[in-house]
């Protein structure tokens, strides 16, 4: 008999088979030795109260075992020789995109400007001895997108239409750990995610597919309204039937591109901020509820926190728990601050995104850059922190309760971010639209978990990467851009995703919308 049940159990009694096993056996009313096999189906913290509690559903196999069946697994059939599309860009959109392809039955060519999962991590070092940033391979740009070295986050909020499961089942396959079949808010880190990718190109040429690093496309090749394929840097022209466009929101360049060409782009609402970092063992104690913090059986605390000041959203962003924050500037002259953590997130250190909602009509000082005029705000403020920051990618620093009250920092406490901080009076210098709207949400943050709001936390500036300002728009059936036929614009970068699988999604259902432009009639 195989059954499934719901349990709520302790954090220690969650944590290992041993302690679990013989509870279910007793809810079941058999021995243990009768329990040939246990699948943990769902698992998620219910810190509500300092009783902290976890809910579990099991799938239990009593005196029989598990069907092989229930193992997923995929067979990317040789597509060497098949109709051809150009996938620019080897982030999660584009990735997700070749292996979808792949199952379609097409031969994906993958462009990326940056390097290989091994060369990113090269140039990431030399990026940490140096300070000096190569505009190709970087936190943001290279194999496997700005996700690659990040905490690995997988869950999401998005609507998208997509197979959830089935992304988790191809990163699971691929090498990522069991956790994120079951866990409410999966991640996969940064020691581990890396590994996933290099997996999933090896799957992608073993199947006749392309990769190509250190491939930037500079043109597009067009015949009237339909795309032909791009042109690289090298001079290089490659064809194909169809084009996905999924750079990424970091690649400003093809926007300029996109409308020196005269293909359409739209302005969009985005976000910006600061990254926030508190200590780990403050976040444990805030979140739950409880002086001695997390203890041995609960993972290191998260939070998420939103609030509305003026009709604008402010929220936290891409937190991580026992993370560290890393330059992720892209370009010269630019101070950029994202997050990341390893799959124990052990370090000391806790930080968050805060970002504020911009909307168009917030940008009237830009109006002259028309759809780009976000674009152009970000690569100001950018430099702006760059400048306050010594312009060595050091960063302007203020401690949180400093920052709120609008006096300068005397001294800083210790941060994770290894090129250092300088102290900025970075309430006078932020735009005033960011500025007061995040004072006021850290305001309300601490009132809704006292301790929160703290002299001893630190905000860093600046978080500049949370979304793109300009949306490539398309087709809401059939994914294509609205004027040019077969060009799929796709994931984070057209402004359609926003997070390692909602653009995995994303990059799944632009490859189905492909073989749909190919079968009209299928």
Same mark, same amino acid.
């Given at each position: 008999?195989?059954?499934?049940?719901?349990?709520?159990?302790?954090?220690?009694?969650?944590?290992?088979?041993?302690?679990?096993?013989?509870?279910?056996?007793?809810?079941?009313?058999?021995?243990?030795?009768?329990?040939?096999?246990?699948?943990?189906?769902?698992?998620?913290?219910? !810190?509500?109260?300092?009783?902290?509690?976890?809910?579990?559903?099991?799938?239990?196999?009593?005196?029989?075992?598990?069907?092989?069946?229930?193992?997923?697994?995929?067979?990317?059939?040789?597509?060497?020789?098949?109709?051809?599309?150009?996938?620019?860009?080897?982030?999660?959109?584009?990735?997700?995109?070749?292996?979808?392809?792949?199952?379609?039955?097409?031969?994906?060519?993958?462009?990326?400007?940056?390097?290989?999962?091994?060369?990113?991590?090269?140039?990431?070092?030399?990026?940490?001895?140096?300070?000096?940033?190569?505009?190709?391979?970087?936190?943001?740009?290279?194999?496997?997108?700005?996700?690659?070295?990040?905490?690995?986050?997988?869950?999401?909020?998005?609507?998208?239409?997509?197979?959830?499961?089935?992304?988790?089942?191809?990163?699971?396959?691929?090498?990522?750990?069991?956790?994120?079949?079951?866990?409410?808010?999966?991640?996969?880190?940064?020691?581990?995610?890396?590994?996933?990718?290099?997996?999933?190109?090896?799957?992608?040429?073993? !199947?006749?597919?392309?990769?190509?690093?250190?491939?930037?496309?500079?043109?597009?090749?067009?015949?009237?309204?339909?795309?032909?394929?791009?042109?690289?840097?090298?001079?290089?022209?490659?064809?194909?039937?169809?084009?996905?466009?999924?750079?990424?929101?970091?690649?400003?360049?093809?926007?300029?591109?996109?409308?020196?060409?005269?293909?359409?782009?739209?302005?969009?609402?985005?976000?910006?901020?600061?990254?926030?970092?508190?200590?780990?063992?403050?976040?444990?104690?805030?979140?739950?509820?409880?002086?001695?913090?997390?203890?041995?059986?609960?993972?290191?605390?998260?939070?998420?926190?939103?609030?509305?000041?003026?009709?604008?959203?402010?929220?936290?962003?891409?937190?991580?728990?026992?993370?560290?924050?890393?330059? !992720?500037?892209?370009?010269?002259?630019?101070?950029?601050?994202?997050?990341?953590?390893?799959?124990?997130?052990?370090?000391?250190?806790?930080?968050?995104?805060?970002?504020?909602?911009?909307?168009?009509?917030?940008?009237?000082?830009?109006?002259?850059?028309?759809?780009?005029?976000?674009?152009?705000?970000?690569?100001?403020?950018?430099?702006?922190?760059?400048?306050?920051?010594?312009?060595?990618?050091?960063?302007?620093?203020?401690?949180?309760?400093?920052?709120?009250?609008?006096?300068?920092?005397?001294?800083?406490?210790?941060?994770?971010?290894?090129?250092?901080?300088?102290?900025?009076?970075?309430?006078?210098?932020?735009?005033?639209?960011?500025?007061?709207?995040?004072?006021?949400?850290?305001?309300?943050?601490?009132?809704?978990?006292?301790?929160?709001?703290?002299?001893?936390?630190?905000?860093?500036?600046?978080?500049?990467?949370?979304?793109?300002?300009?949306?490539?728009?398309?087709?809401?059936?059939?994914?294509?851009?609205?004027?040019?036929?077969?060009?799929?614009?796709?994931?984070?970068?057209?402004?359609?995703?926003?997070?390692?699988?909602?653009?995995?999604?994303?990059?799944?259902?632009?490859?189905?919308?492909?073989?749909?432009?190919?079968?009209?009639?299928?």
């Amino acid at each position: 008999m195989i059954t499934e049940l719901d349990i709520v159990l302790s954090p220690k009694d969650a944590s290992d088979e041993k302690y679990y096993k013989p509870i279910l056996a007793k809810k079941l009313k058999l021995s243990t030795s009768q329990i040939w096999g246990i699948k943990i189906l769902r698992k998620s913290i219910d !810190a509500r109260r300092r009783n902290i509690l976890v809910n579990l559903r099991f799938r239990v196999a009593c005196e029989e075992n598990f069907p092989e069946s229930e193992e997923f697994t995929f067979n990317y059939s040789n597509v060497e020789g098949k109709k051809k599309v150009v996938v620019v860009g080897a982030g999660p959109a584009g990735l997700f995109a070749a292996l979808r392809l792949i199952e379609l039955g097409y031969q994906p060519i993958v462009l990326e400007r940056g390097k290989s999962v091994e060369g990113r991590k090269k140039d990431l070092g030399e990026l940490h001895r140096t300070r000096t940033v190569n505009s190709d391979s970087n936190y943001s740009f290279g194999e496997g997108g700005a996700g690659t070295f990040s905490d690995g986050k997988l869950y999401t909020r998005s609507k998208k239409r997509g197979d959830l499961k089935k992304i988790l089942r191809v990163l699971h396959f691929h090498g990522a750990q069991d956790d994120i079949l079951f866990d409410a808010h999966p991640h996969i880190g940064t020691d581990i995610l890396p590994k996933v990718i290099v997996r999933i190109r090896e799957n992608i040429l073993k !199947a006749g597919g392309e990769v190509h690093f250190s491939t930037k496309v500079v043109d597009y090749i067009l015949e009237g309204d339909r795309i032909c394929g791009v042109t690289t840097e090298s001079g290089n022209k490659i064809v194909g039937d169809g084009v996905i466009l999924a750079t990424g929101h970091s690649a400003r360049d093809v926007y300029r591109k996109l409308q020196q060409q005269g293909i359409e782009l739209e302005a969009k609402s985005f976000a910006m901020g600061v990254r926030i970092e508190h200590s780990q063992e403050l976040i444990d104690q805030i979140q739950y509820h409880n002086p001695a913090g997390r203890g041995a059986y609960l993972p290191a605390a998260s939070y998420s926190f939103v609030h509305q000041v003026e009709d604008r959203g402010v929220y936290s962003f891409c937190m991580c728990p026992g993370g560290v924050i890393v330059p !992720a500037a892209t370009g010269d002259r630019q101070q950029v601050v994202n997050g990341m953590s390893s799959s124990n997130r052990n370090t000391a250190f806790a930080n968050s995104g805060m970002a504020v909602e911009i909307r168009t009509q917030d940008l009237k000082d830009y109006q002259q850059y028309g759809v780009l005029a976000g674009l152009y705000f970000q690569e100001e403020l950018e430099e702006k922190a760059f400048i306050e920051g010594g312009e060595n990618l050091t960063a302007p620093a203020q401690r949180m309760g400093d920052f709120v009250n609008g006096r300068k920092s005397s001294s800083l406490p210790k941060t994770s971010y290894q090129p250092g901080v300088v102290s900025s009076s970075m309430h006078e210098w932020l735009p005033e639209h960011i500025r007061f709207r995040l004072q006021e949400g850290f305001k309300a943050f601490g009132q809704k978990s006292k301790g929160f709001l703290t002299n001893e936390a630190i905000i860093l500036g600046v978080e500049s990467r949370t979304s793109s300002p300009v949306r490539i728009p398309r087709e809401r059936e059939n994914f294509q851009h609205i004027r040019i036929e077969g060009l799929f614009p796709c994931g984070e970068g057209a402004g359609y995703a926003g997070g390692i699988v909602s653009a995995a999604m994303d990059g799944e259902q632009c490859a189905d919308a492909f073989d749909r432009y190919q079968n009209p009639n299928k």
